[in-house]
């Protein structure tokens, strides 16, 4: 299955955005989007576009006169007295919305202490969460949420842990040579979704995109069963679209 997907840029989106939230968090009686392109130096289609997803996610609201001001989500997430309690429930609304507007079963994962861990994800009836049959964290190598983690290791953390983790064979289709993993790794886009054709479990593939927040190394993912494989172009697209909340979410 030859899948080619167009290259876009979720890290730029939540730093764009990010520049948006602290001019906005300067004027707490509100700013106007004129004033916000004047003091962001973004041009107005991608300041509209930023503007309607930051409204979308509760960062900003926009008062009776227009302007903008800080939102209810952005106040409970820097204010918090949980603030991990309060990610986490963000970071589940996110995931749920993104489960409905792509049609798949969506995964947040992290890469922590050398290991691959799911931490959250949304399934639901017509969307199907992967059966783990193997493991995540012994399984890197053959699924989607492992191979997009392992690349944005180095080359030595990423020998490190595949030294730890042996590439047991799941299906005909699973990588078993460290020399062939290592080299599609190093030669991964990092705009482009990793994919996982079959790899883990027949029946099944997925999609990956990164996440990476400063030091943290994380991505989200998507999986469909075969029937549907032909929609993992387009559901892959779309996750690696629609990203930069979830980058937000971490960053801030």
């Avoid at 007295?81 to 409905?100: C, N, S, W």
């Avoid at 699973?174 to 705009?191: F, N």
């Avoid at 997925?206 to 190394?217: D, H, W, Y």
């Avoid at 697209?237 to 990203?243: C, E, G, H, K, V």
Wanted: proline share 5%.
């Amino acid at each position: 299955m030859a899948l080619m997907h167009e290259p876009t840029t979720p890290n730029h989106s939540a730093q764009d955005a990010l520049r948006v939230l602290e001019t906005v968090a300067r004027h707490p009686a509100g700013v106007t989007d004129t004033e916000l392109g004047r003091r962001t130096r973004l041009e107005p289609e991608r300041l509209t576009t930023l503007l309607r997803m930051l409204r979308r996610e509760g960062y900003v609201e926009q008062i009776a006169d227009g302007a903008y001001v800080t939102g209810a989500t952005l106040r409970r997430l820097t204010s918090a007295h949980d603030r991990e309690r309060a990610l986490r429930e963000k970071l589940q609304h996110t995931l749920d919305r993104l489960r409905d507007s792509v049609g798949a079963a969506v995964y947040m994962s992290r890469y922590v202490d050398g290991e691959v861990r799911v931490t959250q994800y949304a399934a639901g009836p017509g969307t199907p969460a992967v059966n783990e049959w193997v493991d995540f964290r012994c399984s890197a190598h053959a699924t989607a949420v492992g191979k997009s983690l392992l690349t944005q290791l180095d080359h030595n953390g990423r020998r490190d842990h595949l030294s730890r983790y042996k590439m047991a064979r799941l299906t005909s289709r699973t990588i078993t040579s460290d020399k062939l993993l290592l080299s599609r790794l190093e030669s991964q886009p990092p705009t482009v979704p990793v994919l996982d054709l079959q790899e883990y479990a027949i029946g099944t593939v997925c999609a990956a995109v990164p996440i990476t927040a400063g030091s943290s190394v994380g991505c989200l993912a998507l999986s469909l069963p075969l029937e549907h494989a032909y929609r993992l172009r387009r559901a892959a697209d779309a996750l690696n679209r629609s990203a930069a909340p979830v980058l937000l979410s971490l960053a801030l």
